[in-house]
Nanobody, 134 residues
Framework: QVQLVESGGGLVQPGGSLTLSCTTS????????VGWFRQVSGKGREAISC????????VYAGSVEGGFTISRDNAKTTVNLQMIELKPEDTAVYYC???????????????????????????WGQGTQVTVSS
C-alpha cells in the first residue's frame, strides 16, 4: 500500500521558516518523481515543486522559487521542503505527491510543465497546514 505522510507544518510569523517532511512507503522512492502542491481554502491546487527520482533535477513554481527548496533522501524514503522567508500568502495545506509510474521521457528541464498538472499527483498524503500570520 502506497502511503505518503506529511509533517512539519504549523504557525509561523512572516519572514520565518519551516521545513516540511514527507515520509513515504509502499514503493521505491528513487524510481518516481515526487513533488509538493498546496491548496488554499476554497481554491484549487497549486503545484509548487518537483524533483526527479534521482534527485538530480528540480523545478519550482515562480511563486516560491528562491524561497523554497525541495530535496529527497531515497535511502530514508523522505522528501523535504525547506521554506524560508514565508509570507502570509504562503498559508495553505501542503501535500507531497508521487507520480504513478516512472516516466523517464518526461524531464524537468527548462520549460517543462507536466509536473504542474494535477493528473500526475497520483499519490498524496493527508497534508500539513502551514499558517503564516503575525
Amino acid at each position: 500500500q502506497v502511503q505518503l505522510v506529511e509533517s512539519g507544518g504549523g504557525l509561523v510569523q512572516p519572514g520565518g521558516s519551516l521545513t516540511l517532511s514527507c515520509t513515504t512507503s509502499g514503493f521505491t522512492l528513487g524510481e518516481l518523481a515526487v513533488g509538493w502542491f498546496r491548496q488554499v481554502s476554497g481554491k484549487g491546487r497549486e503545484a509548487i515543486s518537483c524533483i526527479s527520482g534521482s534527485g538530480s533535477s528540480t523545478v519550482y513554481a515562480g511563486s516560491v522559487e528562491g524561497g523554497f527548496t525541495i530535496s529527497r533522501d531515497n535511502a530514508k524514503t523522505t522528501v523535504n521542503l525547506q521554506m524560508i522567508e514565508l509570507k502570509p500568502e504562503d498559508t495553505a495545506v501542503y501535500y507531497c505527491w508521487a507520480e504513478a509510474q516512472p516516466m523517464p521521457h518526461y524531464n524537468l528541464g527548462q520549460g517543462s510543465t507536466w509536473w504542474r498538472d494535477e493528473y500526475n499527483f497520483y499519490y498524496w498524503g493527508q497534508g500539513t497546514q502551514v499558517t503564516v500570520s503575525s
